[in-house]
């Protein structure tokens, strides 16, 4: 029953009485308060709260000088370096005390390609492998306890030859951390013997419940058919991709691919007789050095089954690969000669999600005791799902006029430089920009000498993936590469440069919740008078709870006594509260 106009005079007349001034004894000293904690009798529930976050980036310089081997020829001019870094161990497991730093160790394996000095005496591109170790440390907050992920790529590798004999190397590691925190957590639940009204709220808490590491060898001649043998491998990139993935029963089921670019060099064809005679000019060398140079790319597929014990019901994973063991090789097959063959171990690393439901007390109070508490808060996030997009690149390139007429494009590479991932209603919109490497030949006129050139470009790229139930403002985690990459020769000026970026993103929403703890009865010196009636007129803010709390009564009480029915309270209503 609502009184919107007319208020009896009964229910006036305690309202009023309520109103009273305090006594001089009461307003000349400070009222006393005896507080007094639940020591015994607080009934606790536990439940497992992963705190899953990611550390800003950090970049660390490492330089290192690198001597051209003594098989190889003297530098000329380096064409491209770019790598790739490990770092041993990637997982950490910290202490129980928190630290306020990450140990980073590892190697870089560098891929140099070079002109040399003297080109009638050598190929016209000279490959250099190189291993370059490093050690850090990262001064970061850790968290006790910890589970740390760490990843890094060369961001940037600048480079400066000193000498025919030797060149400079400053790589750029960009490193970054994923922190997993796990800790048992007392929910409160109540006071046995003790009529505590409480609030609750449903929360959903991620929880890493299993990790996998699991190793599956390939071993594959590549389907490339030259009429001439391989005689070397020059440049190697190797890219592993997750194409989908399924978890059924008691095993995981990951199928993905193996991307791979590869440069090399064949045998070259013997002159023809009428002119084996002839001279040899060094532009018939350069342009032999490079005319037996190829660049192929190959796509393996591969199948994984990850055994499960004790997962549960899992609602998301994510997986990662370390393909740093693969390798292509040039084997002597007993049916085909000389060939190719992918070979080497893909470490899988599976995290697998479980979201747990929890309700927790979030407010409460006792009808004839004065019942306090504190709360704190605990940070969480809770997966809203993961996702794959892709969208194809495309970008006209225009080398430089100095290097005349494009007569050929030797080698085409790419790789994502920067990238950022962020949530809006619908969708997650990813963008950044990849470094397109090419090697190319250019000529000034029919007369003058082939030119062998590198350049680099920055290339944006977008992509959105769809993701009807995201709001907009969660948080993600994303994973981005290059999965194809190619070039197509328009004219003598203009090159069409074409790839795919791919972004694998885990989407968490932040969700932090209130834990009731410290509770206790609190005692006044100097009581309160009850009324056993008043008419409450409701404010903006105010709920059937805040109103039950503040005069100890309960809402169900106060829609029975007000016939509200479940009707939406609003501002101005005047309730007849009964105690």
């Known amino acids: 029953m609502t009184y919107e106009k007319d208020i009896p005079d009964y229910a006036m007349v305690p309202a009023i009485e309520t109103a009273r001034e305090p006594s001089k004894e009461t307003a000349l000293q400070p009222e006393e308060k005896l507080i007094t904690p639940v020591t015994k009798g607080s009934i606790y529930s536990q439940i497992q709260v992963t705190n899953i976050s990611e550390k800003q980036k950090t970049v660390i310089i490492i330089e290192e000088d690198i001597l051209v081997p003594d098989t190889k020829p003297d530098l000329r001019e380096i064409l491209l370096i770019d790598g790739k870094a490990r770092l041993t161990p990637r997982e950490q497991e910290r202490s129980g005390k928190g630290e306020d730093y990450i140990d980073l160790a590892g190697e870089i394996d560098l891929q140099t390609l070079y002109m040399p000095e003297n080109m009638q005496q050598a190929e016209a591109v000279i490959p250099v492998q190189t291993r370059i170790p490093f050690k850090d440390r990262w001064h970061t907050a850790v968290a006790p306890g ?259 007429d494009l007569e050929r494009i030797i080698y085409t590479s790419a790789e994502i430089t920067s990238g950022t991932s962020r949530s809006e209603p619908g969708k997650v919109v990813t963008e950044g920009e990849t470094c397109v490497k090419l090697i190319c030949q250019g000529r000034t006129s029919k007369e003058a000498e082939p030119q062998i050139f590198s350049l680099k470009q920055q290339v944006p790229f977008r992509i959105v993936t769809t993701m009807p139930q995201l709001a907009g403002g969660e948080v993600i985690s994303d994973k981005l590469h290059i999965k194809d990459v190619w070039c197509e020769k328009i004219n003598g000026k203009q090159i069409e440069f074409n790839a795919c970026a791919v972004v694998n993103a885990e989407i968490m929403k932040e969700k932090p919740f209130k834990v009731l703890v410290n509770p206790a009865f609190e005692e006044r010196r100097v009581k309160e008078r009850q009324v056993p009636m008043v008419v409450y007129v409701t404010g903006k803010n105010d709920s059937l709870w805040s109103i039950a709390k503040k005069f100890k009564t309960t809402a169900d009480t106060i829609s029975q006594i007000n016939q509200l029915d479940g009707k939406p309270l609003q501002e101005g209503m005047k309730l007849l509260i009964l105690k």
């Open 146 to 404: 910890a589970a740390i992920t760490l990843e890094c790529w060369p961001e940037k590798i600048d480079y400066m030859v000193i000498n025919e004999r030797k060149y400079r190397v400053k790589i750029f590691l960009a490193v970054k951390a994923r922190e997993c925190s796990e800790r048992k957590l007392d929910v409160f639940e109540g006071l046995s013997g003790e009529d505590i009204q409480v609030l609750k709220e449903k929360i959903e808490i991620t929880n890493v419940s299993l990790k996998k590491k699991d190793t599956v060898t390939i071993s594959e001649i590549l389907d490339i058919k030259e009429e001439q043998p391989v005689e070397a491998i020059l440049k190697q990139d190797i890219c592993v991709t997750e194409n989908y993935k399924q978890i059924t029963g008691e095993k995981m089921i990951i199928n993905g691919f193996v991307y791979i670019n590869l440069l090399y060099s064949v045998a070259r064809q013997a002159c023809p007789p009428e002119t084996e005679t002839a001279p040899e000019t060094e532009t018939a060398l350069r342009y032999a050095g490079t005319d037996h140079i190829r660049q192929a790319q190959e796509r393996v597929e591969f199948t994984q089954f990850i055994p499960l014990t004790g997962g549960g019901q899992m609602s998301g994973s994510k997986v990662t690969f370390d393909s740093s063991g693969l390798r292509v090789r040039l084997i002597n097959d007993h049916e085909q000669g000389e060939v190719m063959q992918l070979e080497g171990d893909i470490i899988t690393c599976a995290e697998l999600y479980s979201n747990i439901e929890k309700e927790i007390i979030v407010d409460g109070y006792h009808r004839e005791k004065d019942f306090i508490c504190d709360f704190t808060e605990e940070k969480c996030r809770t997966l809203v799902g993961t996702a794959t997009g892709e969208a194809s690149i495309r970008e006209i390139i225009s080398p430089d006029p100095a290097y005349g």
